[in-house]
């Protein structure tokens, strides 16, 4: 009889103990997420939320903050007398007292009377302390100079996360982290996840001054050249730090919802594929140098034409320069002296130089959304396709993929990576070189015949007495696949570059112009002047002393 007791109550407690493991495989097993969900519901996200990391110029003037704003809230539950509510508030809000009353008879558990208050209204609100009545406190995003450097930072779109620019990039860096309280299933408090509530600030390299004339020079453009749209930067190219990036027509991202163009918020120095023409000699002629195929003083016969398979090639307006050289294949801007040094390189190192010049890479810019073309075209192996490469025509590179690369001649051969952020915090970016594309020797040869050119050439508009600047114009006709029409071919429209550096033995600044279809024939009279505005600016700005007595 006791066994038989025993032995009820040790089956008695073995189904107590059975429902107890089957509701517990049934909460933490088959509805967990359930109940993990629920748990989350009932977390409450408290306002310890730090603000955004703000974003300067390099001199510290804003050109990303943070401004706080008030909005006035009601809460109709809490309101015993509406009518004498609406009254009150209409002559601190001054608002129509009907527009007010219809507010507080919603059926909302809250409802906006009025955002972005003025200081006498909250104060007025505050003395009053008006029962169902609230002040709320919001922080919004702000662009203190507008459209200036747009295309750089971006902005904060509405559901607070960064797009384009430096906004999109850094946005898990600039954003500020929240410390969220966990709470169990009864109600307590679990503990708090807390971070850094403050997001971080950054630094940029841009020169507030720099950029303003830059992005003047622009709209300058736009009046005398009529230009469709164009881009201007200013890079230090000893150190690879940006002091200006200009671009065209630009936006203003504290309205950037009025936009009905998404594509002017894209930034055409690091996301639009070009031409460069003429400005690719000096790479092809360097790439020749290199290897010593030839000298600045190798010449050739230049008949104005060149037949290669069923194709002429011509110089530009079909000019015969006869015996010349290299020297003056880049103060002429002679395609056939370009092709004719390229064929001296041959066909594969031509390529591995262009490869060695990053022209079919990222170069790692700091900025959101960097594109580069794969050039498969060029890359498959037709003659003429070098040919015409080797005066920049059929080779598609962006804006800061030429920069970069003609950042070589500034380090005896060493290309430097362009960046825009100069610190986070207190991290300080550091320069970064490639390995050596060229020699120290090619680099001074070459720079010597680009100083040529301004001094000899067809740029001699670009030169200020008493300094040697290096530059090179080019012109490049648009392919009608750029502008997306479906057909082989060129169109009548311009692409128009001028890049030149200075003092051209010791620089100190490095200025690349674009402007798109301007209404001239050729660089020379459009993007070589906005470069001698620029460049002389600079020169007064950074107290270059001259390189001569005038």
Known sequence: MVRYRVNIILIFLFLIWSIIVGQLFKLQILESDFYQ???????????????????FFKSGEFLASNNVVFHVFATPSNITNKQETANLLKDILLIDEEIILERLNR???????????????RTLLTQEKIPGIDIETELIRQYLNGPMASQVIGFLGGEGIGQYGLEGLYDEVL?????????????????????????????????????????????????????????????????????????????DPN???????????KNPVIQRIFEPGSIFKVFTLAAALDQKKINPETEYEDKGFIQIGGYTLKNY???????????????????????????????????????????????GIDLHGEIFSQNLEFKKGYEVNFATASYGQGINITLIQALRAFTA???????????????????????????????????????????????????????????????????????????????????????QTFIGFGPAFDPEFMILVKLDNPATNTAEYSAMPVFRDMAKYLIDYLKIPPDYDI
């Open 37 to 55: 969900a629920l748990a989350q519901g009932q977390q409450r996200k408290q306002s310890l939320i730090g603000t955004r990391g703000e974003i």
């Open 107 to 121: 059926s909302s558990s809250f409802v906006y009377l009025k955002k972005d208050l003025s200081e006498q209204e």
């Open 175 to 251: 954003r500020p982290q929240e410390a969220v309280p966990k709470w169990g299933l009864a109600g307590q408090l679990l503990g708090l996840e807390t971070k850094q509530t403050n997001g971080a600030n950054i630094y940029l390299t841009l020169d507030y001054n720099i950029q303003f004339i830059a992005e003047r020079l622009l709209e300058q453009a736009y009046q005398k050249y009529n230009i469709e749209s164009g881009s201007l930067i200013v890079i230090n190219p000893k150190t690879g730090a940006i002091l200006a990036l200009a671009n065209f027509p630009n936006f």
């Open 255 to 265: 309205f950037y919802h009025q936009e009905t163009n998404f594509q002017i918020f």
């Open 317 to 363: 307006n079909e000019r015969v320069f006869g015996r010349t050289n290299m020297v003056d294949v880049l103060e002429r801007s002679i395609n056939t002296g370009a092709i004719f040094a390229q064929r001296q390189l041959g066909n594969q190192a031509f390529l591995d130089y262009l490869e060695k010049f990053g022209f079919f890479e990222l170069t």
């Open 409 to 495: 001649l500034a380090n005896d051969g060493r290309m430097v990576k362009p960046y825009i952020v100069d610190k986070i915090n207190q991290n300080k970016t550091e320069p970064v070189f490639s390995s050596p594309v060229i020699s120290s020797q090619t680099a001074s040869q070459t720079t010597a015949m680009m100083v040529s050119v301004i001094e000899n050439g067809f740029s001699k508009k670009a030169k200020i007495p008493g300094y040697y600047l290096a530059g090179k114009t080019g012109t490049s006709q648009v392919p009608y696949s750029s502008l997306g029409i479906d057909k082989r071919g060129y169109s009548n429209k311009t692409w």
